[in-house]
């Protein structure tokens, strides 16, 4: 079973960058998907980028060419680099893993952070 905790999230300003990280406790993390996603106020929460075990990557086409998503087996941590923010990143940030045992995997999440860009 993994834990997960996210940190990095805080108030930005419009064109500024954060980092996001999320740690992962337990075994999984380098036989997991990992992926950021994130839901804004009254709207549907949307994948923003995931990272697969061969760090195939790819991204919702909102944040292609801003955010870069990462990761590093060796301290079981995915990382969100959020480059040129804009006030649609506002947003309640989750990390996500999931873990394949079997034909379906098995998804954890973490609490979110929030992250919040001032225009």
């Known amino acids: 079973q993994l834990q997960l905790l996210e940190s990095g999230g805080g108030l930005v300003q419009a064109g500024g960058s954060l980092r996001l990280s999320c740690g992962a406790s337990?075994?999984?993390?380098?036989?997991?998907?990992m992926g950021w996603y994130r839901q804004a106020p009254g709207k549907q929460q949307e994948l923003v980028a995931r990272?697969?075990?061969?760090?195939?990557?790819d991204y919702a086409d909102s944040v292609k060419g801003r955010f870069t998503i990462s990761k590093d087996n060796a301290k079981n941590t995915v990382y969100l680099q959020m480059n040129s923010l804009n006030a649609e990143d506002t947003a309640v940030y989750y990390c996500?893993?999931?873990?394949?045992?079997?034909?379906?995997?098995?998804?954890?999440w973490g609490q979110g952070t929030r992250v919040t860009v001032s225009s």
């Open positions: 996500n893993a999931q873990e394949y045992l079997g034909p379906s995997p098995i998804d954890y």
């Open positions: 990272i697969t075990r061969v760090n195939t990557t």
């Open positions: 337990g075994p999984g993390f380098s036989r997991s998907v």
